[in-house]
């Protein structure tokens, strides 16, 4: 084998090299992409064990009671509340994936509004526990919230949806049926 055969062949085994590990890499991100990277205080969340559930609302506290399969607004027990959305923001809270770390430590949570958060998660559970996330500001450039969850040192970046997907308590409302008509079939 000529000199120049074997310099052409060294190429190609790089080149290849490089390939493989180039798919590699993809394979790392979509995997990432795919699967989520979940906070890990609210990972694998039981959502039947899920006892009260409570969030700041601009500025009011609303906080929800399991009674059986229902939920009742714990503010006023009369509102009849709609459990399917009740059970949607929980849903939100069992998926909750972050985009990244921006920090490993809570030393600077204050640049990331943790001092006053624009919202505040309770989540209770039937053994005792409680989980606690804390929403901060808003990063305007890439429209994600700091996040922070009790128990974990790590400030993460979330999708701005999440923050939205928490409704006032009028919006959880069931609603009355005013038609007057006879739904029996009858």
Known sequence: MSRQEKRMSGVFILLLLMFVFAILIALYFLMGYFNGSMIPEFAGIDLEAVDTFS??????LQTFLKSGED?????????TLNTAMVDSMLKVLENLKYEKVVADTLVTSSEYGFDQPEMTVTV???DGTQKILYIGSKNPMVQQYYAVAEGDDKIYTIDSQVLQAFL??????EEEDT????????
């Open 55 to 60: 969030y700041d609302y601009d500025g009011a």
């Open 71 to 79: 939920w009742i607004y714990a503010e006023d027990e009369s509102i």
């Open 124 to 126: 209770s559970l039937s």
């Open 168 to 173: 006032p308590v009028s919006d959880l409302t």
């Open 179 to 186: 038609s007057g008509e006879d739904t029996d079939g009858s």
